[in-house]
């Protein structure tokens, strides 16, 4: 994991070198706000038996960098992640909280109406893994806590891998914008090991809302 981390903030440094080099502009900024998370796949179909899936309403936050030109630009990100699922129903609600730290890469066109700036992004989101992951019992009339277990580390993948989808637009202001975001992230790696006893079909989906501030470099 350490060599993979060394490469990519290789790659980083030498953008901004060429950013430099050709006047490229360079933002960086901070994002945060709400994801809507829930698991996908036969295997967790298969766990969770007749319980309906639910959302679980997660958090996400950070900084970005964005490094680009006025139609194209590639933004990485760099967010502390709360995701998860949920299943139940009238009588018993299963929470399950994973904590990631999140690095999106995203490729974005973008497109300029009036001021603003209106995007769309694709790319690859690696989620590694933090701290352990938690199964809570919630009882759904007062929302009490009734038990809670952790997953066994070794039944987890540590790192994991999504793809990005999304759109966003940026509102400028004297020295700095406001960015708003909306971005799917289909879950790609399976949340547990081949030989964890729950199948390769477990996937961690998240729908996020995120909203944030940037400041331009060449400003």
């Known amino acids: 994991m350490s060599k993979k981390i060394k490469i990519i903030g290789a790659a980083l440094v030498m953008l ?31 766990y969770k038996g007749g319980y309906d899936t639910q959302m679980l309403i997660a958090f996400a936050g950070g900084g970005f ?12 990100d760099l967010f502390v992640t709360s995701a998860g699922g949920a299943y139940g129903d009238s009588n018993i609600v ?21 001021d603003m700036i ?15 992951f938690v199964e809570q019992e919630i ?15 070794d039944e ?8 990005v989808i999304g759109a966003g637009i940026d509102i400028p202001f004297e020295g700095f914008y406001v960015t708003l975001d909306a971005r799917y992230e289909l879950g790609l790696t399976s949340r547990h090991t081949e030989t964890s006893g729950y199948g390769e079909q477990w996937f ?8 944030g501030f940037g400041m331009d470099l060449n400003y």
Do not use: C, H
């Open 139 to 153: 009882d759904p009339d007062d929302g009490s806590l009734l038990d809670e277990l952790r997953w066994p580390e």
């Open 65 to 76: 960098l964005t490094i680009g030109m006025e139609m194209v630009a590639l933004e990485v």
């Open 118 to 132: 209106v995007s769309v992004y694709a790319g690859p989101d690696i989620l590694i893994k933090v701290g352990y």
């Open 94 to 114: 299963y929470n399950s909280i994973d904590n990631f730290i999140e690095i999106p890469i995203l490729v974005k066109l973008r497109f300029r109406v009036d």
């Open 156 to 163: 987890m993948n540590t790192i994991q891998y999504a793809l």
């Open 204 to 211: 961690q989906d998240n729908i996020q809302l995120l909203i």
């Open 16 to 46: 901004l070198l060429a950013a430099a080099a050709f006047s490229i502009d360079i933002t960086v900024g901070i994002k945060g706000g709400a994801g809507f998370a829930f698991y996908a796949g036969a295997d967790y179909e298969d």
